[in-house]
Nanobody, 120 residues
Framework: QVQLVESGGGLVQAGGSLRLSCAAS????????MGWYRQAPGNERELVAT???????NYLDSVKGRFTISRDNAKDTVYLQMNSLKPEDTTVYYC??????????????WGQGTQVTVSS
């Protein structure tokens, strides 16, 4: 059973920092990309940051220079360091992984979400 356990969300003042973690377990195969998405009520889920198995990263324009995604392949864990947080960053953040069981397939799994609230 694949599981993604997220942690690190919470309440912080504007300008502060939080670090999200997402640990994967139960994976049979190889984890390809890992990423973070966020979704505010009434809005579509949007990509915040992704990182490939080779370390290539991609960021939402509005978080570039403030957020940093990283991963520990030995622990099957992805992190999101969020600095200079703004009230508009307030929402639920979701971890996502793309993994392969048979080499060329792609399977996707979502975490349960963690709330980030930034007060002004």
């Amino acid at each position: 059973q694949v599981q993604l356990v997220e942690s690190g969300g919470g309440l912080v003042q504007a300008g502060g920092s939080l670090r999200l973690s997402c640990a994967a377990s139960g994976i049979i195969g190889r984890i390809n990309a890992m990423g973070w998405y966020r979704q505010a009520p009434g809005n579509e889920r949007e990509l915040v940051a992704t990182i490939t198995s080779g370390g290539d990263t991609n960021y939402l324009d509005s978080v570039k220079g403030r957020f940093t995604i990283s991963r520990d392949n030995a622990k099957d864990t992805v992190y999101l360091q969020m600095n200079s947080l703004k009230p508009e960053d307030t929402t639920v953040y979701y971890c996502n992984i793309d993994f392969s069981m048979y080499g060329s397939d792609h399977r996707y799994w979502w975490g349960q979400g963690t709330q980030v609230t930034v007060s002004s």
